[in-house]
């Protein structure tokens, strides 16, 4: 079955940097669009990056110019490299995987997608 793992999650101080994990299993990574997503407390699950079979990525604008998100197809491993981390960036990180598709659409709703368990982030001041 499909597994997703997320790791390297802990906590920064303003303007620090982390890199985010996600171990696949259970089929062909290659394959599908793969995501990053996060919830902080209080607030709804919102997509922050993605990248399709072909490496095509897109961002949120909260995050764009300081996230990277990049897949490593020969690991299945996906990677999402944070810079400039705020303390508006403090919440569980989710990996998630689309479930049919290649390619991604930031609109398709949750229940589209597999998801890790997440990994909590939080940013001090």
């Known amino acids: 079955q499909v597994q997703l793992v997320e790791s390297g999650g802990g906590s920064v101080q303003t303007g620090g940097s982390l890199r985010l994990s996600c171990a696949a299993s259970?089929?062909?990574?290659?394959?599908?669009?793969m995501g990053w997503f996060r919830q902080a407390p209080g607030k709804e699950r919102e997509g922050i990056a993605f990248?399709?079979?072909?490496?095509?990525?897109g961002y949120v604008d909260s995050v764009k110019g300081r996230f990277t998100i990049s897949r490593d197809n020969a690991k299945s491993t996906l990677y999402l490299e944070m810079n400039s981390l705020q303390p508006v960036d403090t919440a569980i990180y989710f990996c998630?995987?689309?479930?049919?598709?290649?390619?991604?659409?930031?609109?398709?709703?949750?229940?589209?997608?597999?998801w890790g368990q997440g990994t909590q982030v939080t940013v001090s001041s």
């Open positions: 998630a995987r689309d479930q049919v598709s290649g390619f991604c659409n930031s609109r398709r709703p949750y229940s589209s997608y597999y």
């Open positions: 259970g089929y062909i990574f290659s394959t599908y669009c």
């Open positions: 990248i399709d079979r072909v490496g095509g990525t």
